[in-house]
Protein backbone atom coordinates (compact mmCIF):
# COMPACT_ATOMS: atom_id res chain seq x y z
CA UNK A 1 0.00 0.00 0.00
CA UNK A 2 0.90 3.11 -0.81
CA UNK A 3 1.44 6.43 1.87
CA UNK A 4 -1.71 7.76 0.13
CA UNK A 5 -3.38 4.51 0.78
CA UNK A 6 -2.45 4.79 4.91
CA UNK A 7 -3.37 8.05 5.00
CA UNK A 8 -6.72 7.53 3.93
CA UNK A 9 -7.54 4.26 5.69
CA UNK A 10 -6.57 6.65 8.87
CA UNK A 11 -9.31 9.00 7.94
CA UNK A 12 -11.41 6.60 7.60
CA UNK A 13 -10.89 4.93 10.81
CA UNK A 14 -10.64 8.67 12.48
CA UNK A 15 -14.77 9.23 10.94
CA UNK A 16 -15.94 6.28 12.31
CA UNK A 17 -14.71 7.23 16.07
CA UNK A 18 -18.02 9.87 15.88
CA UNK A 19 -20.56 6.84 14.98
CA UNK A 20 -19.04 4.74 17.80
CA UNK A 21 -19.23 7.58 20.63
CA UNK A 22 -22.75 8.02 19.77
CA UNK A 23 -23.49 4.43 20.32
CA UNK A 24 -21.57 4.22 23.11
CA UNK A 25 -22.79 7.78 24.66
CA UNK A 26 -26.75 6.03 23.86
CA UNK A 27 -26.09 3.09 26.49
CA UNK A 28 -25.46 0.67 22.94
CA UNK A 29 -21.92 -1.36 22.91
CA UNK A 30 -20.45 0.60 20.11
CA UNK A 31 -18.27 -2.61 18.56
CA UNK A 32 -22.03 -4.77 18.15
CA UNK A 33 -24.00 -1.55 16.89
CA UNK A 34 -21.07 -0.54 14.28
CA UNK A 35 -21.18 -3.99 13.06
CA UNK A 36 -24.85 -4.56 12.56
CA UNK A 37 -25.59 -0.99 11.05
CA UNK A 38 -22.48 -1.60 8.53
CA UNK A 39 -23.93 -5.10 8.05
CA UNK A 40 -27.76 -3.71 7.29
CA UNK A 41 -26.01 -1.02 5.39
CA UNK A 42 -24.89 -3.37 2.75
CA UNK A 43 -27.50 -5.76 2.86
CA UNK A 44 -30.62 -3.31 2.32
CA UNK A 45 -28.26 -0.94 0.06
CA UNK A 46 -29.22 2.22 2.67
CA UNK A 47 -26.68 4.35 3.41
CA UNK A 48 -29.35 6.66 5.43
CA UNK A 49 -28.52 4.06 8.11
CA UNK A 50 -26.74 5.40 11.37
CA UNK A 51 -27.14 5.18 15.27
CA UNK A 52 -30.31 5.04 16.81
CA UNK A 53 -29.48 7.24 19.96
CA UNK A 54 -32.66 8.14 20.85
CA UNK A 55 -34.05 4.51 20.64
CA UNK A 56 -36.91 5.09 18.65
CA UNK A 57 -36.41 1.29 17.33
CA UNK A 58 -35.01 2.40 13.59
CA UNK A 59 -31.45 2.90 12.32
CA UNK A 60 -33.26 5.07 9.32
CA UNK A 61 -32.36 8.44 9.48
CA UNK A 62 -34.69 9.48 7.13
CA UNK A 63 -37.40 8.05 9.50
CA UNK A 64 -35.71 9.46 12.51
CA UNK A 65 -35.66 12.94 10.52
CA UNK A 66 -32.40 13.32 10.66
CA UNK A 67 -31.03 14.87 7.77
CA UNK A 68 -27.75 16.79 6.80
CA UNK A 69 -27.20 18.78 3.55
CA UNK A 70 -24.07 17.73 1.88
CA UNK A 71 -22.27 21.76 2.10
CA UNK A 72 -23.31 21.47 5.39
CA UNK A 73 -21.08 17.82 6.01
CA UNK A 74 -18.63 18.85 3.66
CA UNK A 75 -17.57 22.49 5.40
CA UNK A 76 -17.86 19.90 8.43
CA UNK A 77 -14.99 17.78 7.67
CA UNK A 78 -13.00 20.44 5.85
CA UNK A 79 -13.30 22.22 9.61
CA UNK A 80 -12.75 19.54 11.13
CA UNK A 81 -9.96 18.12 9.43
CA UNK A 82 -8.24 21.93 9.58
CA UNK A 83 -8.52 21.90 13.19
CA UNK A 84 -6.58 18.64 13.90
CA UNK A 85 -4.02 20.24 11.28
CA UNK A 86 -3.44 23.02 13.72
CA UNK A 87 -3.51 20.92 16.67
CA UNK A 88 -0.85 18.81 15.13
CA UNK A 89 0.95 21.76 13.65
CA UNK A 90 1.39 20.35 10.41
CA UNK A 91 3.17 22.69 8.32
CA UNK A 92 3.90 20.94 4.92
CA UNK A 93 1.17 18.17 3.26
CA UNK A 94 2.46 15.40 0.97
CA UNK A 95 -0.24 14.95 -2.33
CA UNK A 96 -0.14 12.15 -3.89
CA UNK A 97 3.15 11.03 -6.55
CA UNK A 98 5.29 13.77 -4.67
CA UNK A 99 8.99 12.08 -3.34
CA UNK A 100 9.39 11.22 0.41
CA UNK A 101 12.40 13.42 1.46
Known amino acids: ?4 QYAMRAFADALEV ?3 ALAENS ?6 TMTEVRARQVKEN ?26 GK ?13 ILKI ?5 PGEPED
Open 18 to 20: IPM
Open 27 to 32: GLNPIQ
Open 46 to 71: NSALGIDCLHLSTNDMKQQHVIETLI
Open 1 to 4: PSLE
Open 91 to 95: DDIRG
Open 74 to 86: KQQISLATQVVKM
